[in-house]
T-cell receptor, first 115, second 114 residues
Framework: GAGVSQSPSNKVTEKGKDVELRCDPI?????LYWYRQRLGQGLEFLIY????????KSGLPSDRFSAERTGESVSTLTIQRTQQEDSAVYLC?????????????FGNGTRLTVT | SQKIEQNSEALNIQEGKTATLTCNYT??????LQWYRQDPGRGPVFLLL?????KEKRKERLKVTFDTTLKQSLFHITASQPADSATYLC?????????????FGQGTELSVKP
């Protein structure tokens, strides 16, 4: 079956513009995560959705970042007024997470470059 | 605060040798610990999960240990191959009712030379 799909795969934007990144999780996966990975760095947790529960937004770095998820399907991560420091790969993952140790299935990310 | 430490320096080994990667954590009481592999330009891929009551878990050439007293997990690749070259990430998983977010270590880059 299809894995986690992210679009676009690459995005170049000018500083100050807004961007929207999309994640299509694996069908039936109740949990969805967003991570940021700067060049040569580890994964930085951003936000976590689990079913209809309130999302865990504790990793969002500023109020310029927001994310939405419609039910148990598509999620969008929005970055407003982009800054050069926002340049990174944004990774989405989904998981059955019916039990809290279910593995995460990652997409290949969106590479964002802010010029 | 919670902290996860993996070997920050790249690990270079010869083909056929055993690679050992370390994951140490503090201020965590994980019920599980997960290991992932990440290749350049790709998302991480799940490899193995070990539970706190398991001392050791094996899958083909991979072996993971989990010492909750030392707060450490070791990840071994035996008979390593150049195709094993990648970055390996650990993620202590609280499980239970401690929330669902999964935090990853910085990863250790492994390079296996032929």
């Amino acid at each position: 079956g299809a894995g986690v799909s992210q679009s676009p795969s690459n995005k170049v934007t000018e500083k100050g513009k807004d961007v929207e990144l999309r994640c299509d999780p694996i069908s039936g996966h109740t949990a969805l995560y967003w991570y940021r990975q700067r060049l040569g760095q580890g994964l930085e947790f951003l936000i976590y959705f689990q079913g209809n529960s309130a999302p865990d937004k504790s990793g969002l770095p500023s109020d310029r970042f927001s994310a939405e998820r419609t039910g148990e399907s598509v999620s969008t991560l929005t970055i407003q007024r982009t800054q050069q420091e926002d340049s990174a790969v944004y990774l989405c993952a989904s998981s059955p997470r019916a039990t809290l140790h279910s593995p995460l299935h990652f997409g290949n990310g969106t590479r964002l470059t802010v010029t | 605060s919670q902290k996860i430490e993996q070997n920050s320096e790249a690990l270079n080994i010869q083909e056929g040798k055993t690679a050992t990667l370390t994951c140490n954590y503090t201020n965590y009481s994980p019920a599980y610990l997960q290991w992932y592999r990440q290749d350049p330009g790709r998302g991480p891929v799940f490899l193995l999960l070990i539970r706190e009551n398991e001392k050791e878990k094996r899958k083909e050439r991979l072996k993971v240990t989990f010492d909750t007293t030392l707060k450490q997990s070791l990840f071994h690749i035996t008979a390593s191959q150049p195709a094993d070259s990648a970055t390996y990430l650990c993620a202590p998983d609280p499980g239970g009712n401690q929330g669902g977010k999964l935090i990853f270590g910085q990863g250790t880059e492994l390079s296996v030379k032929p």
